[in-house]
């Protein structure tokens, strides 16, 4: 392989990686220790069927319609506590979805600081609490999965979150599932392929979430 397509390979695989991070110039730690990255993945939960939370996540956009996600305390409780936290506090009301790709088959958000026009520091935010340690599973990624956005660090998670819509197996074990889609797939795919700003995933029209509630897992039977 020539040295010119050898970078171009080195340059997608870092994307792919970071896209679904918050930027490693936030206020987290961010470590590149692949051996404790490799170490994590090898103590991941494996063989735990998820066990939908009593209550789900109501993502109501202003332009897109709702989104539905249950939640899998059984899996990843840290995570889904700090989740539902944010959601009762109101954390996530008016914020927007601040990165789409369509190749990669993913929608993120959850970052406060998307609430201003500040663009330059869309995805450098979290809420005002500690980050989540990993909790990865061997849950795949694949259309409709809930994960956990993180620094380079694996215990870096804090707010922010993304919808892979598509299988995505660079991110088994290396990233917190969470939840999964159970109402407004459609919706999520549409955000997904929203125009971007050139040079950017930023969405060109910002993607607002009007608001986040918790509601009854019952009222929204599996199809």
Same mark, same amino acid.
């Given at each position: 392989m020539k040295r010119p397509e050898i970078k171009l390979l080195i340059a997608v695989i870092v994307f792919a990686f970071s896209f679904v991070a918050c930027?490693?110039?936030? =206020?987290?730690?961010?470590?590149?220790?692949?051996?404790?990255? +490799? *170490?994590?993945?090898?103590?991941?939960?494996?063989?735990?069927k998820p066990q939908a939370d009593t209550e789900v996540a109501v993502i109501e956009t202003a332009d897109y319609g709702r989104i539905v996600v249950e939640l899998y305390p059984n899996i990843a409780p840290?995570?889904?506590?700090?989740?539902?936290?944010?959601?009762?506090?109101?954390?996530?009301?008016?914020?927007?979805?601040?990165?789409?790709?369509?190749?990669?088959g993913i929608i993120q958000g959850g970052d406060p600081n998307t609430k201003g026009s500040n663009v330059a520091t869309y995805g450098m935010g979290n809420s005002a609490y500690p980050?989540?340690?990993?909790?990865? =599973?061997?849950?795949?990624?694949?259309?409709?999965?809930?994960? +956990? *956005?993180?620094?380079q660090d694996i215990n870096g998670a804090n707010s922010q979150w993304f919808i892979t819509l598509k299988k995505q197996p660079a991110f088994d074990k290396k990233y917190t599932v969470f939840g999964h889609v159970i109402?407004?797939?459609?919706?999520a795919e549409i955000i997904m392929r929203a125009p971007t700003t050139e040079g950017t995933s930023r969405p060109s029209?910002?993607?607002?979430?009007?608001?986040?509630?918790?509601?009854?897992?019952?009222?929204?039977?599996?199809?």
């Amino acid at each position: 392989m020539k040295r010119p397509e050898i970078k171009l390979l080195i340059a997608v695989i870092v994307f792919a990686f970071s896209f679904v991070a918050c930027n490693e110039k936030s =206020s987290n730690t961010t470590s590149n220790d692949s051996n404790a990255n +490799a *170490a994590k993945a090898a103590d991941a939960k494996t063989g735990v069927k998820p066990q939908a939370d009593t209550e789900v996540a109501v993502i109501e956009t202003a332009d897109y319609g709702r989104i539905v996600v249950e939640l899998y305390p059984n899996i990843a409780p840290k995570m889904v506590e700090r989740f539902k936290k944010l959601i009762s506090e109101h954390v996530y009301d008016g914020t927007a979805i601040h990165r789409v790709d369509a190749s990669l088959g993913i929608i993120q958000g959850g970052d406060p600081n998307t609430k201003g026009s500040n663009v330059a520091t869309y995805g450098m935010g979290n809420s005002a609490y500690p980050n989540v340690p990993a909790e990865f =599973s061997d849950i795949p990624y694949e259309r409709g999965t809930l994960g +956990a *956005a993180r620094t380079q660090d694996i215990n870096g998670a804090n707010s922010q979150w993304f919808i892979t819509l598509k299988k995505q197996p660079a991110f088994d074990k290396k990233y917190t599932v969470f939840g999964h889609v159970i109402d407004g797939i459609q919706n999520a795919e549409i955000i997904m392929r929203a125009p971007t700003t050139e040079g950017t995933s930023r969405p060109s029209d910002k993607v607002v979430i009007k608001s986040m509630t918790l509601q009854p897992r019952a009222n929204f039977p599996a199809s």
